[in-house]
C-alpha cells in the first residue's frame, strides 16, 4: 500500500479500540494513548505530519509526542 507507518498504526489503534469497546456508546469510548518518540532532529516534522493528516483519525489529545534524548559518538580508538 501507499499508507505511511504512521497511518497503519494509527488504523491499527483505531480497529482496537472498536474491537475492545464494542459495546461502548459513542462517546464513552476510553482511548488507546499513542506516544511517539521522536529525535530532536525529526520532532517538528512529524508533529507537522501528523497535524497534517488530521493525526490518522485519533484525537489529538490522545497523541503524545515526546523526544528521545542524544549523546555524542565516542570510540576506544
Given at each position: 500500500s501507499h499508507k505511511s507507518?504512521?497511518?497503519?498504526?494509527?488504523?491499527r489503534l483505531i480497529r482496537l479500540q472498536q474491537l475492545s469497546q464494542p459495546e461502548a456508546a459513542a462517546?464513552?469510548?476510553?482511548?488507546?494513548?499513542?506516544?511517539?518518540?521522536?529525535?530532536?532532529?525529526?520532532?517538528?516534522?512529524?508533529?507537522?505530519?501528523?497535524?497534517?493528516?488530521?493525526?490518522?483519525g485519533?484525537?489529538?489529545r490522545d497523541v503524545f509526542f515526546f523526544q528521545q534524548g542524544t549523546l555524542p559518538c565516542l570510540s576506544l580508538a
Open positions: 507507518l504512521f497511518q497503519l498504526m494509527g488504523e462517546g464513552k469510548k476510553k482511548p488507546i494513548p499513542w506516544y511517539v518518540m521522536t529525535s530532536p532532529m525529526t520532532h517538528e516534522a512529524t508533529e507537522t505530519f501528523f497535524a497534517k493528516h488530521n493525526y490518522f485519533l484525537a489529538k
